[in-house]
């Protein structure tokens, strides 16, 4: 006969006792925020090749579409607006036309759904024809003149309604200089979430074709962090917490959730963590060619970035994973 003390197995032997016994809860409705592509025009709805089921909008559709995900629990929204190429310049001055499309499109947001919190992206790439987000000098990311555009720019999209601002550039000393600037034009309630440890990744790519943003000479690794690191990782979320954010962000998000945990552990600020464009372009593909189950893996995938320690997760399966978990 075989005594064996320990038998693991027993709490795994049918779902109620597994349920009992979860560590993790699945993530809500309401812990995701929703990137989503905006452009100027009227009844857009274009769809991005390398991130199926992922558009490029106009306001009046993006409006449209909200209705039905507001009624699926999602109440929060990151804004990239994908602009004209004839409107990037090297002086990113697009960024601070305060009339520009982005500005107006946070706007009618905020008119027509007054309750949901917009998070909008806070940083040059868009608007900028070298591709870099920051002001490229001689080659160089010049990181100061940078700073000084992206603190006016916050200001705006403060100004506009934004309720965060979401600095993903990751210059030196950009957060405290922020916060000095929204201070300054008494714009008290309006919250930083900083991306902390972004890293400069592969996982970029759809998003980068979504807004036609690939930098046009060069890499990020001057300003994004290097992926063999998450001890600078800790000094960077620091920093940004010291300066002022109210929010952290580890980002990508599959690669890096040692990072998260780390980041969980080591601080107070709730951490987000973004599920970015290649991670879903990579389940996307698999699934619709029949080499996983797409909704099981984006559960799973969801799951296992909160099971690391992320509050708040960044992701486009955001209306996807909604619908799954209504209908379930
Ligand atoms: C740029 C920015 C990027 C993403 C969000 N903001 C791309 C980059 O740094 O090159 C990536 C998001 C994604 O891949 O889903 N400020």
């Not at 982005?102 to 759904?113: E, F, N, P």
């Not at 000479?217 to 300066?243: C, F, H, P, V, W």
Request: proline share 4%.
């Amino acid at each position: 006969m075989y005594l064996m003390k320990k038998r693991p197995r027993r709490i795994r032997k049918n779902q109620f006792i597994r349920d009992l016994v979860a560590e993790t809860a699945l993530p809500e409705a309401s812990q995701l925020v929703y990137p989503v592509f905006i452009q100027e025009g009227r009844n857009h709805f274009q769809e991005i090749a390398s991130m199926p089921g992922q558009y490029r909008m106009s306001i009046d559709t993006l409006l449209q579409k909200m209705a039905a995900w507001k009624k699926l629990g999602i109440n929060n929204y990151a804004l990239f607006p994908n602009v004209e190429n004839k409107l990037k310049n090297a002086k990113s001055s697009e960024a601070l036309n305060a009339n520009g499309f982005l500005y107006q499109a946070i706007k009618k947001i905020k008119d027509r759904y007054p309750d949901v919190n917009i998070f909008a992206d806070l940083a040059l790439d868009p608007f900028n024809s070298d591709g870099h987000d920051g002001i490229v000098e001689n080659g160089e990311i010049v990181n100061d003149k940078t700073v000084e555009i992206l603190s006016r720019m916050a200001v705006l999209q403060a100004q506009a309604g934004a309720d965060f601002v979401c600095p993903s550039d990751m210059m030196d000393g950009r957060v405290g200089m922020i916060r000095k600037a929204l201070e300054t034009d008494g714009l008290t309630t309006t919250g930083i979430v900083a991306y902390s440890a972004k890293y400069a990744s592969a996982f970029y790519g759809p998003f980068r074709d979504a807004l036609d943003s690939a930098p046009r000479a060069g890499d990020k690794k001057t300003y994004q962090m290097d992926y063999r690191n998450s001890r600078e990782a800790i000094k960077e979320i620091d920093l940004d917490i010291k300066e002022g954010a109210d929010i952290v962000m580890v980002k990508p998000a599959l690669s890096y959730l040692d990072i998260i945990s780390e980041a969980k552990r080591y601080f107070k600020h709730p951490v987000a963590a973004y599920n970015v464009s290649g991670e879903y372009a990579m389940v996307k593909a698999a699934g619709k060619n029949g080499w996983i189950d797409e909704n099981k893996a984006m559960v799973e995938i969801l799951t296992s970035i909160k099971r690391a320690g992320a509050d708040i997760i960044f992701t486009y399966h955001a209306v996807d994973y909604a619908k799954l978990r209504t209908e379930q």
